[in-house]
C-alpha cells in the first residue's frame, strides 16, 4: 500500500503541479466527466488522480533529427509512423508523462495515444463527425486503461476498445492508423531519417526517468485493481489482433525459431514478421495471399524485412520499397503492442500458442 500510495502522490504531483495549461475542454475531474450513459460499467470507471488535463497531451510538437537527440537512448522504446517518405518516432519517455500526442503527418491528423499502465499505444484518425479534433487526457480509467476524451464533444473513449464509451459520440470508433512498436537504435537503423518528438515540451518533466517506477517490470505491481489472466506474466509484452470482442496474442518467444508466422484468423490470412525488437502483422489480401515471403531484416538493410518470390522488397510498414509491385502496400490489422494483462481484461483473448 506504501508504494501505491507514493506513485500517486509523484502522479498527482506532476500532472497537477505545472502552471502551463493546455487547450481543454473543461476541469470537472469528477468519475462520470458528464451526465451522459456510459456503454461500461460506471463503477468501474476510476479516477486516476490528477483529472482533468493534469496530464497535458501534447498538440503539434517540435521535432528534431535523430542525430539532434540527447536523452533519447538506443534501447528506448518508440512508436513509428509512416505516411509518404517522412517517419516519425514518438518516444515512450515522453508519452510516459503525456499520454497523448496530437499531430499532423502530411495528410494525416492523428491522435498517437499511449497508456503508461497497460504499455499499449494506438494511432486514432482526429477527423470526427467531419471536423478535425484534438483529444485530451480524461483523468479516468477503466480497467486501469486510459479514457482520452475529444475536444470537439468532450465524449469519453476508451482506448483499448478503440471506441467512444460516453457523450455524444457514444459507439462512434475512431480511423485506426497502425503504429510500430519498437527500440530507437533499431528505428534508426531502418529509417535514418526519422524525426522524432523533442523533449522540449514546453513542460517541465524528468523526461528518460518513469513516473511509474520499476511499474513495467514488474508483474504484481498494479495502482488500480483490474483482473490478471494467469497464463502470461501479466506485464509481458505481446502483439493483441482485434476481431470484434476477441483478440489473438502473440509473444516475442514465437518468433525465437522462424521470423515469419502465417495465421488465419478473423477471417483473414496474416503475415506476422517479429524479432526480438519488434512484431508487425499484414493481411494477405488478393493475390498477396499466394507470394511466398522470406525474412529479410539485417544489418545494413534499411528497414526491408520482406522478400518474395516475384523478387519484391517490403520495409517493415508493409510497403513494397522495389521489385514488380514497388508503390503497393499490405493489408493493415488492427493490432497493437500490450501488457498481456490487459488484453484479457476487455476482449475474450486465445494466444497463439493455444
Given at each position: 500500500?506504501?508504494?501505491?500510495?507514493?506513485?500517486?502522490?509523484?502522479f498527482?504531483m506532476y500532472?497537477?503541479?505545472?502552471?502551463?495549461?493546455?487547450?481543454s475542454?473543461?476541469?470537472d475531474?469528477?468519475p462520470?466527466?458528464?451526465?451522459?450513459?456510459?456503454?461500461?460499467?460506471?463503477?468501474?470507471?476510476?479516477?486516476?488522480?490528477?483529472?482533468?488535463?493534469?496530464?497535458p497531451?501534447?498538440?503539434?510538437?517540435?521535432?528534431?533529427?535523430?542525430?539532434?537527440?540527447?536523452?533519447?537512448?538506443?534501447?528506448?522504446?518508440?512508436?513509428?509512423?509512416?505516411?509518404g517518405?517522412?517517419?516519425?518516432?514518438?518516444?515512450?519517455?515522453?508519452?510516459?508523462?503525456?499520454?497523448?500526442?496530437?499531430?499532423?503527418i502530411?495528410?494525416?491528423?492523428?491522435?498517437?495515444?499511449?497508456?503508461?499502465?497497460?504499455?499499449?499505444?494506438?494511432?486514432?484518425?482526429?477527423?470526427?463527425e467531419g471536423?478535425?479534433?484534438?483529444?485530451?487526457?480524461?483523468?479516468?480509467?477503466?480497467?486501469?486503461?486510459?479514457?482520452?476524451?475529444?475536444?470537439?464533444?468532450?465524449?469519453?473513449w476508451?482506448?483499448?476498445?478503440?471506441?467512444?464509451?460516453?457523450?455524444?459520440?457514444?459507439?462512434?470508433k475512431?480511423?485506426?492508423?497502425?503504429?510500430?512498436?519498437t527500440?530507437?537504435?533499431?528505428?534508426?537503423?531502418?529509417?535514418?531519417?526519422?524525426?522524432?518528438v523533442?523533449?522540449?515540451?514546453?513542460?517541465s518533466?524528468?523526461?528518460?526517468?518513469?513516473?511509474y517506477?520499476?511499474?513495467?517490470?514488474?508483474?504484481?505491481?498494479?495502482?488500480?485493481?483490474v483482473?490478471?489472466?494467469?497464463?502470461l506474466?501479466?506485464?509481458?509484452?505481446?502483439?493483441?489482433?482485434?476481431n470484434?470482442n476477441?483478440?489473438k496474442?502473440?509473444?516475442?518467444?514465437?518468433?525465437?525459431?522462424?521470423?515469419?508466422?502465417?495465421?488465419?484468423?478473423?477471417g483473414?490470412?496474416?503475415?506476422?514478421?517479429?524479432?526480438?525488437?519488434?512484431?508487425?502483422?499484414?493481411?494477405?489480401?488478393e493475390?498477396?495471399?499466394?507470394?511466398?515471403?522470406?525474412?529479410?531484416?539485417?544489418?545494413?538493410?534499411?528497414?526491408?524485412?520482406?522478400?518474395?518470390?516475384?523478387g519484391n522488397?517490403w520495409?517493415v510498414?508493409?510497403?513494397a520499397?522495389?521489385?514488380?509491385r514497388?508503390g503497393?502496400?499490405?493489408g493493415?490489422?488492427?493490432?497493437?503492442?500490450?501488457?498481456?494483462?490487459?488484453?484479457?481484461?476487455?476482449?475474450?483473448?486465445?494466444l497463439?500458442?493455444e
Open positions: 500500500m506504501k508504494r501505491i500510495l507514493i506513485f500517486l502522490g509523484l498527482a500532472g497537477c503541479s505545472s502552471a502551463e495549461q493546455t487547450n475542454g473543461g476541469t475531474d469528477t462520470t466527466n458528464n451526465s451522459s450513459p456510459w456503454s461500461i460499467p460506471v463503477a468501474e470507471v476510476l479516477d486516476g488522480g490528477p483529472g482533468k488535463d493534469g496530464i497531451a501534447l498538440d503539434n510538437p517540435e521535432l528534431i533529427t535523430a542525430d539532434q537527440t540527447e536523452v533519447l537512448q538506443n534501447n528506448d522504446l518508440v512508436l513509428a509512423f509512416k505516411n517518405d517522412e517517419v516519425r518516432a514518438y518516444p515512450h519517455i515522453i508519452l510516459d508523462w503525456h499520454e497523448i500526442i496530437n499531430d499532423n502530411g495528410d494525416v491528423s492523428m491522435a498517437v495515444t499511449f497508456c503508461p499502465l497497460t504499455g499499449t499505444g494506438i494511432g486514432w484518425g482526429r477527423m470526427l471536423t478535425e479534433t484534438t483529444f485530451g487526457v480524461s483523468g479516468l480509467l477503466y480497467n486501469t486503461n486510459l479514457i482520452p476524451y475529444d475536444r470537439q464533444t468532450d465524449s469519453n476508451s482506448q483499448i476498445l478503440n471506441e467512444s464509451v460516453n457523450g455524444t459520440l457514444i459507439g462512434r475512431p480511423e485506426l492508423y497502425q503504429l510500430l512498436e527500440n530507437w537504435g533499431t528505428l534508426k537503423q531502418m529509417f535514418p531519417e526519422v524525426r522524432v523533442s523533449t522540449d515540451t514546453g513542460f518533466r524528468t523526461y528518460g526517468v518513469s513516473p517506477g520499476n511499474y513495467n517490470t514488474d508483474h504484481e505491481f498494479f495502482l488500480f485493481p483482473d490478471k489472466d494467469p497464463r506474466p501479466s506485464k509481458e509484452k505481446v502483439l493483441a489482433i482485434l470484434g476477441r483478440a496474442a502473440y509473444q516475442f518467444s514465437d518468433f525465437e525459431t522462424d521470423n515469419i508466422l502465417r495465421d488465419l484468423y478473423g483473414n490470412e496474416l503475415l506476422l514478421v517479429g524479432n526480438q525488437n519488434f512484431i508487425t502483422v499484414f493481411a494477405l489480401v493475390d498477396t495471399v499466394n507470394l511466398e515471403f522470406e525474412y529479410a531484416f539485417a544489418a545494413g538493410n534499411g528497414a526491408i524485412v520482406l522478400t518474395d518470390n516475384e522488397e520495409n510498414f508493409g510497403e520499397v522495389s521489385g514488380p514497388q503497393g502496400r499490405l493493415q490489422v488492427d493490432a497493437m503492442m500490450a501488457q498481456w494483462f490487459s488484453i484479457p481484461a476487455f476482449y475474450q483473448t486465445q497463439y500458442s
